[in-house]
């Protein structure tokens, strides 16, 4: 499981509507299950969304035994879903987890 912060102006796309939508425009089969979106598209076998407080947390399955050019457009597609979904771009993303990591470590 992994948590993505969501900017401020974007935290309405933690509703289950919202997300389905935003998942919907990316991804294949995409169905809401409680309060969490369920999809799978490509090399995705099942992504499963959630709002979790300010953040966004995602349950990935990824098949490794795809095409290579299934698996690019697979990765293309994950990012366009969370920049869409949490106003950050992958970047700025790494750059945040990165922090988040050495924070949490206490060093």
């Known amino acids: ?14 509703e289950p509507a919202a997300l389905a939508a935003i998942t919907r425009s990316h991804f294949d089969d995409t169905a809401i299950d409680g309060t969490a979106v369920t999809a799978r598209w490509g090399a995705i076998e099942r992504l499963s969304a959630r709002p979790d407080g300010r953040e966004l947390a995602i349950d990935l399955t990824m098949n490794p035994k795809v095409p290579e050019g299934v698996a690019a457009e697979t990765i293309a597609r994950y990012n366009r879903f969370l ?25």
């Open 83 to 107: 920049e869409e979904a949490t106003g950050y771009g992958a970047k700025e993303r790494a750059r945040r987890l990165r922090k988040a990591v050495t924070a949490g470590s206490g060093d």
């Open 1 to 14: 499981m992994q948590k993505y912060p969501v900017r401020p102006s974007h935290r309405r796309n933690l």
